[in-house]
Nanobody
Framework: QVQLVESGGGLVQAGGSLRLSCAASGSIFSISVMAWYRQAPGDKREQVAAITSGGSTNYADSVKGRFTISRDNAKNTVYLQMNSLKPEDTAVYYC?????????????WGQGTLVTVSS
């Protein structure tokens, strides 16, 4: 069992930056992939970025070049640095953990943190 707690959301103007944090606790040795998802009102949840235990990263096309996912293993924390924010980035952002790298359904989710980008 892994517990995830996100922080860092808030209100920012278009063009601004925010950094989200996701602190993991529990059976963190079981985690193979950590990811950030987001869900805007009326939209499906989409994966924004992911990072493997080996440090490989993957990004949605919509955020490439603007968002950076990273991890601090000593702090058991994953970050999402978001730059050049756009109003369409407004959503609730969720942190997720995957145990089996061959699985597609993430095992643990945080409670979410709201990011609002004003125009």
């Amino acid at each position: 069992q892994v517990q995830l707690v996100e922080s860092g959301g808030g209100l920012v103007q278009a063009g601004g930056s925010l950094r989200l944090s996701c602190a993991a606790s529990g059976s963190i040795f079981s985690i193979s992939v950590m990811a950030w998802y987001r869900q805007a009102p009326g939209d499906k949840r989409e994966q924004v970025a992911a990072i493997t235990s080996g440090g490989s990263t993957n990004y949605a096309d919509s955020v490439k070049g603007r968002f950076t996912i990273s991890r601090d293993n000593a702090k058991n924390t994953v970050y999402l640095q978001m730059n050049s924010l756009k109003p369409e980035d407004t959503a609730v952002y969720y942190c997720a953990a995957l145990f089996d790298p061959y699985d597609s359904d993430y095992d643990s989710w945080g409670q979410g943190t709201l990011v609002t980008v004003s125009s």
